[in-house]
């Protein structure tokens, strides 16, 4: 993979775990590629991970020069922005909705006697067009309850009043079981019908509230005349309503507008943009805006909008704002709503504000933590004297009980942090007895012997805990490996903190308050506790082992056996008698069993 720029690595810690659609810009500032997440941060930081084998991912990653993002409500507000958006821009690496399908609408048609039907070609007719949706189970189940409470034609006959005057059409099932009223023979007029396909368009632009107080109303009027069974109908009607859960404002019945915010916080401006072209999202941008000069949010975005709407050559003629602006321009006009689908557009722009200052503000914290490590490393380069700057650095510590149990570990440092899965631990194999010099040049030997065979990177420095006797027995371990001086290695004895090099008699002796030393006493310290747990876990092990020892008719091979199967002795314990004749056969698992009863384990 190929190494990350320090904004881009920015730009991925601090993206938000919200769901919403990313951007990969490459260094022209050209869009090549549009996604969509229910959690932006893990899905963009998906595409740098080494074990990510695919090409095309490859490819693309080694063109992302900068990473855009815009916060959405949920997923599928997500996966329709990110329909608009690549439509709009047409990325070079999209290769799934990069064509002219589309999504589902479902469509109101002009004509007389309006049917309600799902459609995936949006044409210029006048009809009206809901969605689209993103599930077509959904949309479905839409269509079905429109059916259920309105009896709309299904038929495609052409009902101009003509037409029907001449008697040409009969009624069909349809009128029989209910589901059609029978405009085709005037048994039901055009005002009546068409006060149904309203009350259907509130339910398709998701005003069910006020459907159902209108219903509401209805059955009250109905329950007044002793009209139960209307009343009765009406009340299904309603609860059905309720069941449904309908709108997006990612596409919206609005037609064609932009929204403008703007939020101010101390000497900045911070803004969003975006550009709705036939209900749908198009285009969306945050913006950070300096201001020197104290100007108001009023001045600010007389001067922006106009560069907006240039820079993403938008002819809408209705701004919508979040601050109220007395100023008139020639070209558009300015509304400050306070309700309804506007205010929801607006709500969605100022958390795309509040998201892009929080990124801000994480962005600067991390520079100046980058730049805090960068300054450290390079004071040890300097002070150890290193060619290269030590952003991978490694430390070995070996812990034992007066020669049994020896384990070694290495832990891992990354750009001054801990990269924790790369510590590793090691079992001392070819040492006996309490010998932590042999013990040293064993692991260091193993160490770096596997990561040549892998072709992985070796490090810009090794520190080995102990003084002159580890530090040498270390670097025999590299003259085997013929890596002594191609390797710089160091030791840290613990009493004075003394820093010793190869082949000096003496060692040098760090500042006590450098961040330096603290880092290289943080790698010593980290080196000791991740082998001091591996040490008492391995002790901790062989006391249960030598504990099953004592059953007379277990040998060690069965009781190693057992222990690689259950791991634990509580394992063992609850284990069935037939998981425990698998490993141990008939005769031995009663053993065990009947050991345990014994002891009250």
């Given at each position: 993979?190929?190494?990350?720029?320090?904004?881009?690595?920015?730009?991925?810690?601090?993206?938000?775990?919200?769901?919403?659609?990313?951007?990969?810009?490459?260094?022209?500032?050209?869009?090549?590629?549009?996604?969509?997440?229910?959690n932006l941060k893990k899905r963009v930081q998906?595409?740098?991970?080494?074990?990510?084998?695919?090409?095309?991912?490859?490819?693309?990653?080694?063109?992302?020069?900068?990473?855009?993002?815009?916060?959405?409500?949920?997923?599928?507000?997500?996966?329709?922005?990110?329909?608009?958006?690549?439509?709009?821009?047409?990325?070079?690496?999209?290769?799934?909705?990069?064509?002219?399908?589309?999504?589902?609408?479902?469509?109101?048609?002009?004509?007389?006697?309006?049917?309600?039907?799902?459609?995936?070609?949006?044409?210029?007719?006048?009809?009206?067009?809901?969605?689209?949706?993103?599930?077509?189970?959904?949309?479905?189940?839409?269509?079905?309850?429109?059916?259920?409470?309105?009896?709309?034609?299904?038929?495609?006959?052409?009902?101009?009043?003509?037409?029907?005057?001449?008697?040409?059409?009969?009624?069909?099932?349809?009128?029989?079981?209910?589901?059609?009223?029978?405009?085709?023979?005037?048994?039901?007029?055009?005002?009546?019908?068409?006060?149904?396909?309203?009350?259907?368009?509130?339910?398709?632009?998701?005003?069910?509230?006020?459907?159902?107080?209108?219903?509401?109303?209805?059955?009250?009027?109905?329950?007044?005349?002793?009209?139960?069974?209307?009343?009765?109908?009406?009340?299904?009607?309603?609860?059905?309503?309720?069941?449904?859960?309908?709108?997006?404002?990612?596409?919206?019945?609005?037609k064609n507008l932009d929204v403008f915010t703007?939020?101010?916080?101390?000497k900045e401006f911070y803004l969003n943009f975006?550009?709705?072209?036939?209900?749908?999202?198009?285009?969306?941008?945050?913006?950070?805006?300096?201001?020197?000069?104290?100007?108001?949010?009023?001045?600010?975005?007389?001067?922006?909008?106009?560069?907006?709407?240039?820079?993403?050559?938008?002819?809408?003629?209705?701004?919508?704002?979040?601050?109220?602006?007395?100023?008139?321009?020639?070209?558009?006009?300015?509304?400050?709503?306070?309700?309804?689908?506007?205010?929801?557009?607006?709500?969605?722009?100022?958390?795309?504000?509040?998201?892009?200052?929080?990124?801000?503000?994480?962005?600067?914290?991390?520079?100046?933590?980058?730049?805090?490590?960068?300054?450290?490393?390079?004071?040890?380069?300097?002070?150890?004297?290193?060619?290269?700057?030590?952003?991978?650095?490694?430390?070995?510590?070996?812990?034992?009980?007066?020669?049994?149990?020896?384990?070694?570990?290495?832990?891992?440092?990354?750009?001054?942090?801990?990269?924790?899965?790369?510590?590793?631990?090691?079992?001392?194999?070819?040492?006996?007895?309490?010998?932590?010099?042999?013990?040293?040049?064993?692991?260091?030997?193993?160490?770096?012997?596997?990561?040549?065979?892998?072709?992985?990177?070796?490090?810009?420095?090794?520190?080995?805990?102990?003084?002159?006797?580890?530090?040498?027995?270390?670097?025999?371990?590299?003259?085997?490996?013929?890596?002594?001086?191609?390797?710089?290695?160091?030791?840290?004895?613990?009493?004075?903190?003394?820093?010793?090099?190869?082949?000096?008699?003496?060692?040098?002796?760090?500042?006590?308050?450098?961040?330096?030393?603290?880092?290289?006493?943080?790698?010593?310290?980290?080196?000791?506790?991740?082998?001091?747990?591996?040490?008492?876990?391995?002790?901790?092990?062989?006391?249960?082992?030598?504990?099953?020892?004592?059953?007379?008719?277990?040998?060690?091979?069965?009781?190693?056996?057992?222990?690689?199967?259950?791991?634990?002795?509580?394992?063992?314990?609850?284990?069935?008698?037939?998981?425990?004749?698998?490993?141990?056969?008939?005769?031995?698992?009663?053993?065990?069993?009947?050991?345990?009863?014994?002891?009250?384990?």
């Open positions: 993979m190929k190494f990350l720029s320090t904004d881009l690595q920015n730009s991925l810690q601090v993206l938000p775990s919200s769901p919403g659609v990313y951007k990969f810009l490459n260094d022209l500032d050209v869009i090549i590629y549009i996604g969509k997440a229910k998906s595409y740098f991970l080494k074990n990510n084998s695919s090409f095309k991912t490859k490819v693309l990653v080694k063109s992302i020069y900068r990473i855009e993002h815009v916060v959405v409500a949920s997923e599928t507000d997500a996966l329709l922005l990110e329909n608009n958006l690549i439509k709009s821009h047409q990325p070079k690496y999209n290769v799934l909705l990069k064509d002219d399908k589309t999504y589902p609408w479902i469509v109101v048609k002009k004509e007389p006697f309006p049917r309600i039907f799902s459609t995936r070609n949006k044409i210029k007719d006048g009809s009206t067009y809901y969605g689209p949706y993103t599930s077509v189970r959904q949309m479905n189940i839409l269509l079905e309850l429109i059916k259920e409470l309105y009896p709309i034609r299904s038929c495609k006959l052409d009902l101009a009043q003509v037409k029907i005057n001449e008697k040409k059409y009969s009624v069909c099932l349809d009128y029989h079981i209910g589901k059609c009223a029978g405009p085709c023979e005037q048994k039901q007029n055009e005002e009546a019908y068409n006060t149904l396909i309203d009350e259907a368009k509130l339910l398709l632009a998701g005003k069910t509230n006020s459907l159902i107080r209108l219903l509401k109303e209805r059955m009250a009027l109905h329950a007044d005349r002793y009209e139960f069974e209307n009343a009765e109908k009406l009340k299904r009607s309603i609860l059905s309503i309720q069941k449904y859960n309908a709108k997006s404002i990612i596409v919206s019945d609005l703007i939020l101010k916080k101390e975006l550009v709705i072209v036939e209900g749908a999202i198009v285009y969306a941008y945050s913006n950070k805006i300096k201001d020197p000069l104290e100007s108001t949010a009023e001045e600010i975005s007389t001067v922006q909008i106009d560069l907006l709407k240039e820079k993403f050559n938008s002819k809408n003629t209705l701004v919508l704002v979040n601050t109220k602006l007395e100023l008139q321009h020639p070209s558009y006009t300015f509304e400050y709503p306070q309700r309804g689908s506007k205010k929801q557009l607006i709500d969605l722009s100022i958390q795309n504000v509040h998201a892009f200052l929080l990124n801000q503000r994480k962005k600067a914290i991390l520079q100046t933590k980058n730049s805090n490590e960068q300054r450290i490393l390079e004071t040890i380069q300097k002070e150890f004297r290193l060619k290269e700057l030590p952003k991978h650095m490694e430390c070995f510590d070996n812990s034992n009980l007066q020669g049994t149990h020896a384990v070694s570990a290495c832990v891992v440092f990354k750009n001054g942090k801990p990269s924790k899965k790369d510590y590793r631990h090691f079992n001392v194999k070819t040492v006996e007895g309490p010998d932590d010099f042999a013990t040293m040049k064993e692991v260091v030997y193993r160490r770096y012997k596997r990561l040549l065979d892998e072709q992985s990177s070796l490090p810009q420095l090794v520190i080995v805990d102990g003084g002159k006797g580890q530090l040498s027995s270390a670097v025999e371990a590299l003259e085997q490996l013929n890596l002594r001086g191609k390797v710089p290695i160091v030791g840290i004895a613990k009493r004075l903190e003394e820093i010793f090099f190869p082949g000096d008699s003496y060692p040098i002796y760090l500042d006590k308050r450098s961040e330096s030393l603290k880092l290289i006493q943080f790698m010593r310290n980290e080196s000791h506790r991740f082998g001091i747990q591996h040490h008492r876990n391995k002790r901790s092990t062989h006391a249960l082992q030598t504990q099953m020892d004592s059953i007379e008719g277990i040998g060690p091979k069965t009781i190693e056996a057992l222990f690689q199967n259950f791991k634990t002795i509580e394992g063992i314990k609850n284990a069935n008698e037939v998981q425990l004749q698998k490993i141990a056969g008939i005769k031995k698992s009663k053993l065990i069993k009947e050991y345990f009863k014994k002891q009250n384990l």
